[in-house]
Antibody, heavy 122, light 107 residues
Framework: EVQLVESGGGLVQPGGSLRLSCAASGFTVSSNYMSWVRQAPGKGLEWVSVIYSAGTTHYTDSVKDRFTISRDNSKNTLFLQMSSLRAEDTAIYYC????????????????WGQGTMVTVSS | DIQMTQSPSTLSASVGDRVTITCRASQSISSWLAWYQQKPGKAPNLLIYKASSLERGVPSRFSGSGSGTEYTLSISSLQPDDVATYYCQQYNHYPLSFGGGTKVEIK
């Protein structure tokens, strides 16, 4: 079964750090575009970051220089290292797989995890 | 950055009604647009990509259309299971961006 399972969320103080994990099954993380998308409580969706199969990464401006997306191919797992956390980073964080269609890869998310909650508060 | 504006923000319709949601981009996105359905407490679910391509397993009552800066998601006959919030997303340029969402309710 194709599945993504996030972990690592929790309560952290402003300025603190946290590392989120996303374990994949049924497909290979390193062969796909993989993204993190977040959703603040009661709010809409916000894309955070992507890593391509070739290793190229992109970030939304508000997390640049604070968040780092990476993967461990041996564990088939995606990560999001978050530092200098702010109250506005409080959200459910989803990992998502980019669509692979007719040999091309797209930043459209066909598989999502269940999400992990990150709360930044003192 | 590309801004995505959805309307309406809330929609109430009867079972069997045709429902249409609009998404406008701040610049042309060349049909690189997707639609998602999100039910409370759940992750989003992909419905449509490339503006009008139906994702595998999605009921045929869902359809998408549009080009340039204006796109629509239609539900041909609203069902109780369609109660959810719907989001559009552009993937033409980074940063990727979503619309603010349209909450669909049954009247």
């Amino acid at each position: 079964e194709v599945q993504l399972v996030e972990s690592g969320g929790g309560l952290v103080q402003p300025g603190g750090s946290l590392r989120l994990s996303c374990a994949a099954s049924g497909f290979t993380v390193s062969s796909n575009y993989m993204s993190w998308v977040r959703q603040a409580p009661g709010k809409g969706l916000e894309w955070v970051s992507v890593i391509y199969s070739a290793g190229t990464t992109h970030y939304t401006d508000s997390v640049k220089d604070r968040f780092t997306i990476s993967r461990d191919n041996s564990k088939n797992t995606l990560f999001l290292q978050m530092s200098s956390l702010r109250a506005e980073d409080t959200a459910i964080y989803y990992c998502a797989r980019g669509l692979h269609d007719y040999g091309d890869y797209f930043d459209v998310f066909d598989i999502w995890g269940q999400g992990t909650m990150v709360t930044v508060s003192s | 950055d590309i801004q995505m504006t959805q309307s309406p923000s809330t929609l109430s319709a009867s079972v069997g009604d045709r429902v249409t949601i609009t998404c406008r981009a701040s610049q042309s996105i060349s049909s690189w647009l997707a639609w998602y359905q999100q039910k409370p407490g759940k992750a989003p679910n992909l419905l449509i990509y490339k503006a009008s391509s139906l994702e595998r397993g999605v009921p045929s009552r869902f359809s998408g259309s549009g080009s340039g800066t204006e796109y629509t998601l239609s539900i041909s006959s609203l069902q109780p299971d369609d109660v959810a919030t719907y989001y559009c997303q552009q993937y033409n340029h980074y940063p990727l961006s979503f619309g603010g969402g349209t909450k669909v309710e049954i009247k």
